[in-house]
Each structure stands twice: as C-alpha cells, then as structure tokens.
C-alpha cells in the first residue's frame, strides 16, 4: 500500500531529523529505554562534586516511579507532543534521494533536553511536504500523560497500590500534606483496626492481668513478713551472744570443750501452774524456736499455766507448749523473737556403744548450766515413769540409755552428750535409794542410776509434735496379762472394757496371735515381763515389721507381725 500524504515511513537505523536534529531510531529508541546517558565532558578524576561521580557531597540521583508496564514514562522536563497515529503501511519507494548533510550544528540545549550522547551527524533526506516534526521510536507509542500529573506505580492507583510511601510523588505538585489531603486520610496497610468493643475488652483484659499480678506479688510479701513475725515475732526481741568455740588449752572432745559448745544452746525451764511448779531442763532443736523437753516438765503448768525459757546468757522469755506425749515423755515447747539461737547437733543413738563417755548438762535442784560427766552404763534398760492415773494412759515406757553421769531433780528434758559434742540422749529418770525411781519430780538425789530417751526416737517423735501437735505409738492390737507371773508377755482373756483381747482386724489378729498366748522374743530378744514388750514395740514405729516367738500349748513357734498405729497411749 502507498503511504498516507505527509507521513513519513523510517526504518530502523534511518536517521530522522526532529527539530532540526539527526537521531537514528534505534539510538532514540535505546535512550527512550532507560539507558543512562553518559555526560559530554570526561569523568572528574577527583570526584569533586557535582561533576564526578556521587560522593558524600554529591546529591542522589533523582527518584522517580517505575514506569507503568504498558507505557515508558518521558524524562522529566520533556515536552510530550501529542500522540501520532501511526499511518497505515504503504509501499516502500523504489528509490531513497542520497543523504544531505545537516547544515545546523547540535546546541548544549539540544543536548541537555535528550539526556543522551548526540549521535554523529548523518545526512538526512527532504522530508515530504506536510510531514509533522515529532521523535520518531520503535515500538509502540508511549501512553498519554498529562502535564504536572504524578506519574502511576505498578499495581494500581496511587491511593491505592505502593503502601503508605507509594502516595508521596515528589515530582508532583504540592508538599505532601497537600496531596495527603487532596487524596484523603492514609490507611492502614492490611493491619485488623479494632472496634470499640474490642479496644473495651482488651483494656479490661491488661487491667485483670496488672491486678492480678499486684495481687501474687502482694500475697508473696505478706507471706515472708508473715513468716518472719511467725518466726521472731515484732519489735527487736532477744538476741543471744555467738556461742564461743573451744577453750584455749582445751582439747574438743574434752569435758569442758564439750560444754563450751553445748552451754549456749541449753535452757532451764520454769513452770507454774494452778497449784504446782517446776524447774527442768530443755535444748534448741532448730532456728525457730522449738525447744524439746520431758512431758512431766511442762504437765504442770496445765492449760492456763506459764512457761519461762532462761537461756545460758540469763535472757528470759516466755514459751507456750507446741505438743506433748506422756507416753514417750516428751515435749516441745517454743519461744518467739530471739534471735541468735545455736541449734545443737543430734548424733546416732543406734552406734553408742557401753563405755562410751558422755557429758550431760541441766539445772539440778534449779541450778542452772550444771555439767556432769561419766560413761554409758548400759542399753535398751526398759523402764517406765508416771502412772499418776488409774488407766495408765500416763505411763512412760522407754527403750533407755543407762549413765552413771550424776542426773537429779532439774536434769530432765537435758541433753546427754557423746564426745563430738552432739545429743544421743534426753536425760529422763533417775534411780535413787529411797524412792526406787524419780521421774525428775521428787528430790532423791542421785545414786550413779541415770536414765535417757535415745534420741534417735526422741527425734522422730518430736517431728510429729511440731508437724502435728500430737505423737503416734506403734501397736500389736492386743491386750496384756500386766499380772502375769511368769516368764514372758501373755495376752489378757479380754480387754479392759470386756471386749476380745485381739482386737479385730488388727495386726495381732492377721498374724494369728489368740488369748492365752505367750510372747517370749522380739526379733531375737528375749522378753520377760508385759512391760518389756511394750517398750520394744515402743522402740520403733508404725510400719515396722517385727518377728515374734509366741508359745502356745507349750509349742513355740514365730509370726511376722506388721505394727499398726494409735493416737492413744
């Protein structure tokens, strides 16, 4: 077809003459692309701004949108002509006139206004009569933009697409509070805005959290300030000089080694009740003030008495009771608000062995830190105390250790102390001449006969005390012949209120233990009277498995037996 008057058909790589200047399509083309044109003059070796190349003073490259994927955007400050529409194909004609130099020399305003290297001049053909001066490029025409409109990111509008930053054109008109008004309030970018109920709820949900939080901390404080009145009571209280170490010149497992380190930590008791006192003995057991001591102490004070706690240092406070067991003959009482306090150390009851020296301290006859020495006489003497009333529920029965260490009146609830200084025993009871036996409340005097809880069951029950207030005994569940003459513990025809002498599904019933049967040994030991059997089961706890010999018919033989537990004595 032959092309439309007035157009002009290029090729690519003809030259074109726009506004007086020779470009090739190509040339024109490659620039209108995005290649950076490179500057006219030489590189500035030094780099001095703004000639050479971006240095610290050097402004940044201009920024500008992407272009649009459907258009190139022109160069900022270029004039756009108005769209051509491109002619329809036409004919090539047969002959092209031969290039004609151009007469008018390129100018630095021409230069500056392409952004890119002027071509080399060629020679350029009349252009037909009519034919419009415009830039020609390959490929299709770009897209119309208006004059001072911001030019359009990929994705969409710019109210739209690009995120918050994509909304400020810096090459549009007006700062940017004026295009953010002019476009409407900025949104979010995806993030859930919350409603008013939602923002309720989520204060009200900070507002729990931060009070429980107060709350847990509140209780926590109050707990260790609780704790500590609990423990030292208000105010300043006692506080007890530092227990001083061993005498120069003294060995440690010398008597008065021993005692230096024990004294501090030994107290006399002074007890008045409704109508009868007491003076006795008592030792620290920790460092909150539990003191331990003998039950016949404490008992006659009663339930409205006083309690007085003298410590070596002559500092006195008050006491209350913590629990008490006549059957073991122990107590626990405790003072408040002293500090300072020097619990003493608890040796092995079971490793004593007869001959071992021991040292015991008290307040005979209320004559306070008193110290005597001597030796283990014997082991597991069965002995028993009280039975001030008519059903023996006051009775003592004791697995003791034997000392000739002189022990009276105000001995008991003492400590008896091995050579390392540590407690093995609570003086408890006295043999004397007169009396037969003295509990600590008489005034005999003693004879070499000194009587001690081993401490090892000392221990366990005055855990009980503090935990519990009270003391478990371990029990067979039978009842005892205490008037049987011969050798042995028999079991009584029937219990004291009339009852079956093996108690009904107890631990004696479930071994075959029957009325009439003669208990001879306890796990290899022999056993002569009622009371003797009663301290050996005494001797352990609830739990324990004990083999006895039982004689029936005149035939022996042994059961395994498990002992139950009893809160009664």
């Known amino acids: ?181 002019a476009r409407g309030p900025l949104q979010q970018t995806g993030a859930k805005v919350l409603t008013r109920a939602q923002r309720r709820r989520r204060a009200w949900r900070h507002l729990a959290g931060w009070t429980l939080a107060v709350a847990v901390v509140s209780a926590g404080v109050g707990g260790i300030a609780g704790a500590y009145v609990a423990r030292d009571g208000l105010g300043d209280g006692v506080r007890l000089p530092r227990a001083a170490g061993v005498p120069a010149g003294r060995a440690p497992d010398s008597v008065a080694g021993i005692a230096a380190r024990a004294l501090p930590s030994v107290v006399t008791l002074h007890v008045r009740g409704a109508d009868q006192a007491g003076t006795g003995t008592g030792f620290v057991l920790d460092d909150r003030g539990h003191i331990l001591t003998n039950n016949h102490v404490v008992q006659p004070a009663g339930p409205d008495g006083e309690i007085s706690v003298t410590f070596s240092s002559g500092d006195t406070v008050k006491a209350e009771v913590v629990g008490r067991d006549s059957g073991y003959d122990l107590a626990v009482v405790r003072v408040r608000g002293v500090h300072g306090l020097t619990p003493l150390p608890l040796g092995d009851s079971d490793t004593v062995q007869v001959g071992d020296p021991v040292v015991a301290i008290g307040a005979p006859f209320d004559l306070a830190n008193t110290v005597t020495a001597g030796i283990i006489s014997a082991k597991e003497r069965p002995i028993t105390a009280g039975g001030e009333k008519s059903d023996g529920s006051d009775v003592a029965y004791v697995d003791a250790l034997q000392t000739d260490a002189p022990i009276n009146p105000g001995n008991s609830g003492g400590p008896l102390l091995d050579s390392r200084a540590q407690v093995i025993g609570i003086n408890s009871a006295i043999r004397s001449a007169g009396t037969g036996s003295d509990a600590g409340g008489g005034e005999a005097g003693s004879i070499g006969l000194g009587f001690a809880i081993p401490v090892n069951q000392a221990w366990r029950v005055a855990r009980e005390l503090i935990s519990d207030g009270r003391a478990t005994h371990p029990v067979i569940g039978v009842t005892l012949d205490m008037g049987y003459g011969g050798d042995g513990a028999r079991i009584d025809d029937e219990s004291a209120r009339g009852g079956p002498a093996v108690a009904v599904g107890g631990p004696g019933e479930r071994a075959g233990l029957k009325a009439g049967d003669v208990v001879t040994d306890v796990d290899g030991e022999r056993v002569h009277t009622g009371e003797e059997l009663i301290v050996k089961i005494r001797a352990h706890r609830p739990g324990d498995r004990l083999r006895l010999t039982v004689a029936r018919g005149g035939t022996e033989r042994e059961v395994s037996l498990v002992l139950g537990e009893s809160e009664q004595n």
Do not use: I, K, N
Not at 30 to 58: I, K, N, Q
Not at 61 to 78: C, I, L, M, N, R
Not at 139 to 150: H, L
């Open 1 to 181: 077809m032959a092309p439309a008057a007035g157009a002009a058909v290029v090729g690519a790589g003809d030259p074109v003459a726009v506004d007086g200047v020779a470009h090739t399509a190509s040339g024109t083309a490659g620039a209108e692309r995005g290649e950076r044109p490179r500057p006219l003059h030489d590189p500035d070796p030094y780099s001095t701004p703004p000639y050479g190349r971006p240095g610290p003073w050097a402004p940044a490259p201009p920024v500008q949108h992407p272009a649009v994927a459907s258009a190139v955007a022109p160069a900022h400050g270029t004039d756009v002509p108005a769209p051509v529409t491109p002619p329809p194909p036409a004919a090539v004609p047969p002959a092209v006139p031969p290039p004609v130099p151009l007469s008018a020399p390129q100018t630095p305003a021409d230069t500056s206004a392409s952004h890119a290297q002027a071509p080399a001049p060629v020679a350029a053909g009349p252009l037909p009569p009519g034919a419009v001066s415009a830039r020609v490029v390959a490929g299709p025409a770009p897209a119309p933009v208006a004059a001072g409109s911001a030019s359009v990111p990929p994705g969409g509008s710019g109210a739209q697409g690009g995120g918050p930053w994509g909304r400020y054109d810096p090459w549009a008109a007006g700062t940017a509070e004026e295009q953010a008004s």
